[in-house]
């Protein structure tokens, strides 16, 4: 009788446990939204250009234009309370128009009064520059709560169009404050963490959602790792899900373009860094906010599976976590 050597053993069963997981990950995306429970809704999963990215020709983007099916949005969650009918965005993305609607189907609470409010995460063009749609040109909504970290709050006040929202009454922003609590309704509360990142006219937070019954961590953007004061396995550890910043799959991957001005933890460092997790945390990784030239965007990959293998998840839209 054959034995297998126990290292064999085990990498057998963590592809198994790996491979599971991706097809955990594929039923989540078909869940139907809970009538009786908070739930997060994934709406986008690109970087700030989203997939295609203006500009691009290459066969990166060159597919995408052809076969609009694998196109995707800006990255962006919605926090949907069935309850009461509330439903919150974190960032307001380039594409909030299409992730708006996407919303109201899923939550069946479309209009234009029907956000309950708007968390932003930093000044960068993918995360803030939907509110134009709040305005007098589109919607022309009232008072919606713009929650915002006190840099982001100035740059708002201080700069048109975004000042126009708040002086016409569109937004009402609401102040957060780092590690500070924020109750949204009886069922989920917000906290903003700051992260390191190009702070050119805000800084930048992640944002620990909670419920009574789960964690999730966002943070779609961050320059590297070992940047931050905080460990970063830590924090997944104590978190049911990890939504991260997945921006560039590994070095050199934009020709031409000296990567260090555009600082994210490559996901190939992200394997390193998270090295040390059980399969159990690794599994609870989810890489988002992708670059058009990040591999791990073209299903089946060899990145793509890599991701897989190592025990991590790439998000996707239309992905459903019930708190």
Known sequence: MHFLHPHLLRAGIFLIFTG???LSCNRAEEQTPPEDRPYLFVLGTSQ???FPQAGCSRECCRNAWENPEIRRLVACIAIVDPLDGKQWIIDATP???????????????YGRQSITGIILTHAHIGHYTGLIHLGREVMGTENIPVYAMPSMK?????NGPWN????????????????SSIQLNERISITPILVPHRD??????GILIESDQK?????????KWADWERDICTMISSVDIAFLDGTFYRNGEIPGRDMSEIPHPFIVESFKQFEELSPADRSKVH???????NPVVIEGSEPYREVYNKGFNITREGQIVIF
């Open 200 to 205: 050119e006219y805000s800084e930048t937070v």
């Open 287 to 293: 890489f988002i906010h992708f670059n058009h030239t």
């Open 164 to 179: 126009q929202l708040v002086t016409l009454k569109n937004i009402e922003i609401q102040p957060m404050k780092s590690d």
């Open 215 to 223: 964690k999730v961590l966002y943070i779609p953007d961050i320059d």
């Open 95 to 109: 594409d909030f128009r299409e992730q708006f609607f996407k919303l109201g189907q899923i939550s069946g609470n």
């Open 48 to 50: 700030d250009g989203g």
């Open 154 to 158: 100035k740059f708002l006040m201080e």
């Open 20 to 22: 599971l997981l991706h």
